[in-house]
């Protein structure tokens, strides 16, 4: 298990279950290729997070790719996941680092430099970095540039991955940027073929990287 393997970076959405279970989908992805999980779920209660955590967890550990609980460090180490993600309005990446520890996975939102060198400085392992595309997704104000993605990842020196509206058509415009990823939600699991999306987007994350 390479904990920092960032090529294919899945976040979850209760959006596109399509009547499949939440581990159903997450493993249709990974047979395509995903190489990390990030389990996002912004409405649900906290047994229904625990619920999905522990069903996610078990089908990432059959593939021995490492689950990310996104904000909720509770669930995290409730289910003993892998890791954590925390944006700029959540805990604080130096609060987050001590309480789940000097060996789980460390991740934070940035889009901006000062965000991303003050993320390798509080301990993070990677950065996410968004919004790379518009995206319906997630809110945001504006897309980021291709100069502004680059200088991001330059600022924080550490393992990073562009995120927000990346399919396979936006994706190429990544390359060259120096990303070690790209993370990816509608443009795995809205698809009809989950895995064939997965494959798609695994080729497309390969020519981007370096």
Known sequence: MNPCDLTLY????RHWLNGMTIGESVERALEGGVTLVQLREKDVSTSDFL???LEVQAVCRRYGVPLIINDRID???A??????????SDMPCAIARRLIGPDKILGVSTSTPEHARRAR?????????????????????????LEEIKAIKEAGGIPACAIGGINEVTGPQLEGL???????????LAKPDITAAARTMREVAERIQG
């Open 10 to 13: 899945l976040c979850t959405d």
């Open 51 to 53: 619920k999905a955590a």
């Open 75 to 77: 669930i995290a180490l």
């Open 79 to 88: 289910v003993d996941a892998d890791g954590v993600h925390v944006g700029q």
């Open 121 to 145: 400085e509080d301990g993070a392992d990677y950065i996410g970095i968004g919004a790379a595309f518009m995206t319906d997704t997630k809110a945001v104000g504006r897309a980021l540039t």
């Open 178 to 188: 120096g990303l070690d990823g790209i993370s990816v939600i509608s443009a795995i």
